[in-house]
Nanobody
Framework: EVQLQASGGGLVQAGGSLRLSCAAS????????MGWFRQAPGKEREGVSC????????YYADSVKGRFTISSDNVDHTLYLQMNSLNSEDTAVYYC???????????????????WGQGTLVTVSS
C-alpha cells in the first residue's frame, strides 16, 4: 500500500526556517515525480515545488524561488522541503504528492497525482 506521511510543520517567526519531510512507503521515490503543494486559508491550492524522477530536475514557484529547496533521499525514502526566510505569506497547510506532473523550471500540477500526504501546517508569525 502506498502511503505518504508529511511532517515538520509548526510555528516559526518570520525570517526563520523549517524543513518538511514526506516519508514514502509502498513505492520508490525515484519511480515518480514528487511535489509539494500548499493551501492557505481561503485560497486555492498552489504548486510550490517538484522534483522529476530520474534526472532530479526541479521546479519552484516564483514566490519561493531562492528560499525553498526540494530534495529526495532514496535511502530513507523521504522527500524534503527546506524552507528558509519564511514570511507570513508562506503560512499554509503543505502537502506532498506522488506522480505529479512536473515540468522542470516551468510548472507543477497535482491534478492527476496518485497519492497525497495528509498535510502539515506551517504558521509564520510576523
Amino acid at each position: 500500500e502506498v502511503q505518504l506521511q508529511a511532517s515538520g510543520g509548526g510555528l516559526v517567526q518570520a525570517g526563520g526556517s523549517l524543513r518538511l519531510s514526506c516519508a514514502a512507503s509502498g513505492f520508490t521515490l525515484d519511480d515518480d515525480n514528487m511535489g509539494w503543494f500548499r493551501q492557505a486559508p481561503g485560497k486555492e491550492r498552489e504548486g510550490v515545488s517538484c522534483i522529476s524522477s530520474g534526472d532530479g530536475r526541479t521546479y519552484y514557484a516564483d514566490s519561493v524561488k531562492g528560499r525553498f529547496t526540494i530534495s529526495s533521499d532514496n535511502v530513507d525514502h523521504t522527500l524534503y522541503l527546506q524552507m528558509n526566510s519564511l514570511n507570513s505569506e508562506d503560512t499554509a497547510v503543505y502537502y506532498c504528492a506522488a506522480a505529479v506532473i512536473c515540468i522542470p523550471g516551468i510548472q507543477v500540477m497535482g491534478k492527476f497525482a496518485d497519492h497525497w500526504g495528509q498535510g502539515t501546517l506551517v504558521t509564520v508569525s510576523s
